[in-house]
C-alpha cells in the first residue's frame, strides 16, 4: 500500500456542528504507523502489540521491543498512541504462552488472561513501553484486552502505573465488562470497546466461522445495546472517554450511530479514514443520537442498516 492510493482526508473529524470525533487509526507495525499518520490519523486508538511477538518461539528482549514501540511512537511524532498490552491465545496462538490444547480457545486464558499463568510477561511488556514513551516523549495510553471484571481493571492499572504510565484503560470486549463498565471506570481512565470480540462473545458466534457471519454483525441491535451500555456507564463515571476500536468504527454509516450512542473517539483502519470523516461531517450531534435509536429499536441487523442508510441517503 502507498500513500498516493488513499483518499484525501483533513485529519480532522468532526460533525456538521463542530462536535469533535477525533478520527484515529489501527496499527500493526512500525511501517504500518508512518503510513497511518501519513493517511492523516490524529493519533493511534489502537496499537495491536502481537506483531513484535507472533512467529517467535520466546518472549521478545526488552530492547527488542523498545524498538518495535519505538518506531510506531516515532512515526506520530507525540501524538496520542494508544497501546494495547499483547493480546495472545484463541486467534493469536504464541508457542510460549497460550495452550494449544485448550477445547475452546476463544472462551479460554487468552489476552489479559494469560498474566495470571505467566506472570512477569505483562511487567516486562509495560516497562518496555515505558521506556520507549520516554525515549520519543510519546503521549501513551496502555489498555489491556479481554478484560471481564472490574478488579481486572484495577490490577491492570496498578500495573501500568507501577511502570511509570499515568494512563491506562481497558477495551470492552466482553459482555460483562459492557455491563459494568461503570465500575470499571471507576478503576482506570479509559475503556475502548472491541466490537469484533464484543460481536462475537454477544451473539456466541465465531468470528472466524464464515457461516455465521450473519450473526457475527456490528449491526446486531443486541451489540448496538452493549455499546450504548458500555457509553451510559462512562457518563455515570465522569464522562471518561469511551473509544470504539472495532472493524465496526470503519464503516461509515455505524460510525454515526456509535457516535450518537455515545462514543467519544473512533480508530479504523487507514482505508476508512476520508470515508467515515465525509460521513460524519454530514450530521449534527441530535441526528446522530436519532439514528442512534432507531438502530437500537431495529429488529435485525439488516433492518438498522438499511434504516440508518435510507435517512443518510436523505441527508445527502
Ligand atoms: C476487537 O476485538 O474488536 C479488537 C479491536 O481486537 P482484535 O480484533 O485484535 O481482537
Ligand atoms: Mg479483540
Not at 495452550?99 to 518496555?128: F, K, M, W
Not at 457509553?231 to 455515570?236: I, L, Q, W, Y
Not at 472493524?247 to 476520508?274: C, F, H, I, Q
Request: charged share 20%; with cysteine; aromatic share 4%.
Amino acid at each position: 500500500a502507498n500513500r498516493e492510493e488513499l483518499p484525501e482526508f483533513s485529519g480532522n473529524g468532526q460533525l456538521s456542528d463542530g462536535h469533535h470525533v477525533p478520527l484515529l487509526a489501527n496499527v500493526g507495525s512500525g511501517v504500518d504507523a508512518q503510513l497511518a499518520a501519513a493517511a492523516g490519523a490524529e493519533g493511534v486508538g489502537l496499537l495491536r502489540t502481537e506483531f513484535c511477538f507472533l512467529g517467535k518461539d520466546k518472549e521478545p528482549t526488552r530492547e527488542e521491543q523498545v524498538e518495535a514501540y519505538g518506531a510506531v511512537f516515532a512515526a506520530f511524532g507525540g501524538r496520542k498512541v494508544v497501546v494495547r498490552t499483547l493480546d495472545a491465545g484463541a486467534d493469536k496462538p504464541l508457542p510460549f504462552l497460550t495452550d494449544a490444547s485448550e477445547p475452546n480457545p476463544a472462551l479460554g486464558v487468552r489476552g489479559y488472561r494469560t498474566t495470571l499463568a505467566s506472570p512477569g510477561v505483562l511487567e516486562r511488556q509495560l516497562e518496555a513501553i515505558a521506556q520507549a514513551a520516554s525515549e520519543h516523549q510519546a503521549e501513551v495510553w496502555v489498555m489491556a484486552p479481554m478484560i471481564s471484571i472490574p478488579s481486572e481493571a484495577q490490577q491492570f492499572a496498578q500495573l501500568a502505573k507501577a511502570a511509570g504510565l499515568a494512563t491506562a484503560g481497558t477495551m470492552i470486549e466482553v459482555p460483562s465488562a459492557a455491563m459494568l463498565s461503570g465500575q470499571i471506570l471507576q478503576r482506570c481512565d479509559f475503556v475502548s470497546i472491541g466490537t469484533n470480540d464484543l460481536t462475537q462473545y454477544t451473539m456466541a458466534a465465531d468470528r472466524q466461522l464464515g457461516a455465521l457471519a450473519e450473526l457475527n454483525d456490528p449491526w446486531q441491535p443486541a451489540v448496538l445495546h452493549m455499546v450504548a451500555a458500555t457509553a451510559a456507564g462512562a457518563k455515570a463515571a465522569g464522562g471518561k472517554p469511551v473509544g470504539v476500536c472495532g472493524e465496526a468504527a470503519a464503516d461509515p454509516a455505524l460510525a454515526v450511530v456509535l457516535v450518537g450512542l455515545g462514543v467519544s473517539t473512533l480508530s479504523m483502519n487507514k482505508r476508512a479514514l476520508a470515508p467515515v470523516a465525509a460521513v460524519l461531517r454530514t450530521v449534527d450531534l441530535a441526528t446522530a443520537q436519532r439514528l442512534a435509536q432507531l438502530a437500537l429499536d431495529a429488529e435485525s441487523a439488516e433492518a438498522a442498516r438499511s434504516a440508518v442508510r435510507a435517512q443518510l441517503g436523505e441527508l445527502d
